[in-house]
């Protein structure tokens, strides 16, 4: 661990620091859409006969864009990204 580096806890997005909450309000947009198209589409999936191919979800380049960028940000306080960003963005 890093010294002098605040741990956070990825379900609680007040524990955040402000630049790593800062990248992740500039995103939301991308971020909740991302998100809720890809659980829209499991669920779709799942109450179907599962034969269809997996849709591709339109906001996953821009999202694909956004998180390696914030990435740096949250890496060094936990290794947790992902559920940051989802916990983040509901």
Known sequence: MTEGVAIIDVWDVETFDSELRGDLDAHTDVIRAYMLTLRRQWL?????????????????????????????????????????VTRAAS
Request: proline share 12%.
């Open 44 to 84: 779709e999936r799942e109450a179907s006969d599962r034969t269809m191919p997996y849709p591709e979800n339109p906001y996953a380049g821009e999202f694909m864009r956004v998180r390696p960028a914030s990435r740096p940000k949250a890496s060094c306080k936990t290794s947790w990204w992902s559920r940051s």
